[in-house]
T-cell receptor, first 114, second 115 residues
């Protein structure tokens, strides 16, 4: 079965704090992709990052970084020095070869207070 | 390049009616997926179309249907509306179908309220 779990329902931080969003996934496929999307109040999901199952190198892109660990089936996402504009719902997602669909986690609502 | 366009943005219907939602993908994108988003169930996959063919379907009743036209525009239809169909319906397009790595580009959604 394919499944994505985001255990954190809501997180509240003060501006400039670092925040990490957790994601745990389940899949029997050896080839798959993991994504993070952001949904601001306007409604449309915006792509943030993508990682494939063969590349466990962790990267930093601006204020965003991610930690992919196959051993624990986790794909965590960190925002450094959070800003009020980062307030949104963040979704972790999984796609797998031949599935023709994306499985989303329940989302984590992030509040960044000034 | 224009993004994914969904129309209408808001709809109010009554139980028993039917509704059609429209999605225009990014130019050149041939894959269109539909999702239902509710507070209780989150984002749930409805169906995916590529080159006018439905290639996968989620666990929704037959009242939910869709189609894709030769210009890649897609419509979804919900017949015999129920109160539980109230949701934000999101459409996403991607450049190629069937490739798990594809980034999906989402529209702003159609918010459907069933009274």
């Amino acid at each position: 079965a394919q499944k994505v779990t985001q255990a954190q329902t809501e997180i509240s931080v003060v501006e400039k704090e670092d925040v990490t969003l957790d994601c745990v996934y389940e899949t029997r496929d050896t080839t798959y992709y993991l994504f993070w999307y952001k949904q601001p109040p306007s409604g449309e999901l915006v792509f943030l990052i993508r990682r494939n199952s063969f590349d466990e190198q962790n990267e930093i892109s601006g204020r965003y970084s991610w930690n992919f660990q196959k051993s624990t089936s986790s794909f965590n996402f960190t925002i450094t020095a959070s800003q009020v504009v980062d307030s949104a719902v963040y979704f972790c997602a999984l796609t797998y070869t031949g599935g023709f669909k994306t499985i989303f986690g329940a989302g984590t609502r992030l509040f960044v207070k000034a | 390049k224009a993004g994914v366009t969904q129309t209408p943005r808001y709809l109010i219907k009554t139980r028993g009616q039917q509704v059609t939602l429209s999605c225009s993908p990014i130019s050149g994108h041939r894959s269109v997926s539909w999702y239902q988003q509710t507070p209780g169930q989150g984002l749930q996959f409805l169906f995916e179309y590529f080159s006018e063919t439905q290639r996968n379907k989620g666990n929704f009743p037959g009242r939910f249907s869709g189609r894709q036209f030769s210009n890649s525009r897609s419509e979804m239809n919900v017949s015999t509306l129920e109160l539980g169909d109230s949701a934000l319906y999101l459409c996403a397009s991607s450049s190629e179908g069937g490739l798990a790595k594809n980034i999906q580009y989402f529209g702003a959604g159609t918010r459907l309220s069933v009274l």
